[in-house]
């Protein structure tokens, strides 16, 4: 933290971001300025410690960052997010049949429920990724009952409770404005 706030917070580049966040060694920028600009910030951070490596992902439309699929809509210039999986995501959820007490069962189905629904703002992809988590755990042989009582207990706090991270898709709204630089 310290060296974020000497060398990041401090540095000249500041001006040229409109959101920052940093998750242990991941860090996500949306950067205004130039590409040149953002080579020259790269390579100032880069300078900055010994054994620390800085990479960069460029994408005008979407990026990944953590397990969320963040993606630019230029028409209603709004952000929206989606469940993001990396390559090498295998299913190893807990098997239904394991000795683990039921309540830490219905718990793991649930979060991961939550989860689609908090990370997934366009309502249309929400569905097909709680069908997907759905499909896991069926293939994990959980009770469909236990999977539509959860499903739904979810869905129907989707609008308040658990609601979408970047907002929802109600009345044309989806996400949350793109800054834009004047």
Known sequence: MMCEQKFIFQSANEEYWTYYKRYLDDTCIFWMGSEDKLMDFMQYLNQTTGFLRFTRHISYDEMNFLDVTIRKDPLKQE?????????TFSNSYLYFSSFHPFKQKRSIVKGQFIRSCRMTSRDNEYEQESQ?????????????????????????????????????????HTGQTIPTSE
């Not at 997907?132 to 539509?148: G, H, N, Q, S, W």
């Not at 869905?155 to 979408?164: E, H, L």
């Open 79 to 87: 952000f929206t997010s989606g469940i993001y999986r990396k390559d």
């Open 132 to 172: 997907d988590v759905k499909d896991m755990f069926l293939a994990r042989k959980y009770p469909i009952t236990l999977l539509e009582e959860v499903m739904t207990e979810v869905k129907q706090g989707r609008s308040a409770r658990f609601a979408p991270i970047l907002g929802l898709e109600r009345g044309g």
